[in-house]
Structure formats: C-alpha cells, structure tokens
C-alpha cells in the first residue's frame, strides 16, 4: 500500500537517528591548529579563489569509487548509539548506507542517487521514497543535509563552489571561502596545506545555523588524501553523528560496491 506523506517531518524511533550521517560522522574532535605565524601573516587579497578551488579538485577528483565499513555513532540530549555500517558510494552522484545494530541486525539503510532516494527501515516494514531534494525531510533520519551535498560528505571530499564565493580570511580551522544561498550562507574551511575541506557550515537567514560537516584525521590512501573521521552535526538540537572508518578500499569497480537495497514485498511503501 501506498500512501502520500503531508507532513514536512516524519518521527523516527529514537535508534533511527543513528542515519543522521546518512545523511553522511567526533565534531568534538579539534579540525585544525591554531594558524601558524606565516599564515596569520598571509595576505588575503593575493589568495587565488580560482587557484584554491582547482587545488582541492586535483584530490577530490581521483576518487571515482568507496567502499568501506565504520563505526557509527549517534549524540543528542535524550539518547545514544553506537553501530557499525556499511558505506558505499559511486562520484557524483550515488550513495548507500546500510546500519548495523551491535548484534548484526539491519537497523536502517538507505540508497541515494542524484534524482531520487529510497529508505528502508525493517523495524517498522517501511520503505520511504521521494525526489533527492525532498530528502531533508526524512527528518531526522539525514539531519536536514541537502542530498547532493551527503554523497560527498560520505565520501569524506567536499569541492568549493564555483559560483558566487569569495575568500573571506582565515581561523584555526583554515581558510574561510563563503557563498551566498538563495535562503542562507554557506562556509567552506580549506587545510592550505593539504588543499581539502575540512569543515562546512550552512546557515539559514531566517533559521540560523542548521547543520555542519567536519572532516579529520586526513591521510594518503591509494594516492589521495581522505578523512578517517566524518561528523555531521545540528548545533541547534545539539545532535551529533560520527563516522569513523574501519576499513576503506577506493575506486574499485562499480559492480563490487553491491549498492541494491534488498526490500521484502509486503512492506508499506512511504512517498515523500
């Protein structure tokens, strides 16, 4: 049976947030040092906006393909969790997530590609479905992050926009590159160094800061730099996800990332 969902938000049981990353996860977690006396030093009005960008997509461009396994865990004032799960992603524009509860039972999985995702949560015999853009409504399964924008997070490698961004100056988190939204503002904190994002911020005009994602503990895998650590967190509802890597292979065939969601014939289909 199919039936049309009306509501902006849908309520999850409590262990369903542990897919916020899914979003895709501690923030906690320090991003960076303090800026060294030569980058203070800096002067801003020399940094090459077009020179940054194409520095970061020298790395995230080598990635085609990730497969991997972590440990996920999930923060808020009423509740934790803590799991393991799957992680598969296709660049651009395809993503799959499977949690696992502590006993190997299938807690939630969820599939997104650059049209469309599915979410299929078997404790309830659900299956949810809807266009990329009405994904952040699968709250607080995603944590409101933007669909196209959590195919990269689950990677770990976040591109800067070519669109409408200026350098604005530097912190302990790096180099501050923002861009205006048509409803809000968007912060990017590039590693000079390493030339990759390490932190984005979205902040809504009317709503205030929304979500931020954090990449840490970058290292050299398979001649690209990649985070272990990924944290989607809302500040607001002091919600935090984190995904720590276990085990990662990249760009391997497409067909050995095993993206196909298995859903049971008598679940209740959910449209958003």
Not at 97 to 119: C, M, N, W, Y
Not at 125 to 152: C, E, H, K, N, T
């Amino acid at each position: 049976m199919t039936r049309l969902i009306r509501h902006k938000r849908l309520v999850f049981p409590r262990w369903a947030k542990v897919c916020g990353l899914v979003t895709g996860a501690a923030l906690t977690t320090s991003l960076g040092c303090a800026p060294t006396a030569r980058e203070a030093a800096w002067d801003l009005s020399q940094v090459s906006l077009p020179q940054l960008q194409r520095d970061v997509d020298r790395n995230v461009s080598k990635l085609k393909t990730l497969k991997g396994r972590a440990r996920i865990s999930y923060e808020s004032p009423d509740v934790g969790y803590a799991g393991y799960t799957q992680v598969a992603v296709r660049m651009p524009d395809s993503a799959f997530i499977k949690v696992e509860a502590i006993f190997g039972l299938d807690v939630a999985s969820l599939f997104v590609d650059g049209r469309s995702f599915t979410a299929y949560v078997p404790s309830e015999r659900r299956v949810y479905r809807g266009s990329i853009d009405r994904l952040r409504y699968l709250d607080p399964l995603v944590m409101a992050v933007d669909g196209r924008l959590l195919i990269s997070a689950l990677s770990g490698l976040i591109s800067l926009p070519r669109e409408g961004a200026g350098v604005k100056g530097m912190d302990s988190h790096g180099l501050l590159v923002e861009k205006h939204a048509e409803e809000g503002l968007f912060r990017y904190w590039v590693d000079r160094q390493r030339a990759v994002v390490s932190q984005v911020e979205y902040e809504d005009s009317q709503l205030g800061l929304l979500y931020r994602l954090s990449f840490s503990r970058f290292a050299k895998t398979s001649g690209m730099l990649l985070p272990q650590m990924v944290t989607v967190e809302r500040p607001q509802q002091r919600e935090r996800v984190t995904l720590f890597y276990l085990e990662r292979t990249v760009n391997v065939p497409p067909r050995a990332l095993q993206m196909r969601q298995h859903l049971p014939s008598n679940v209740e289909e959910v449209l958003l």
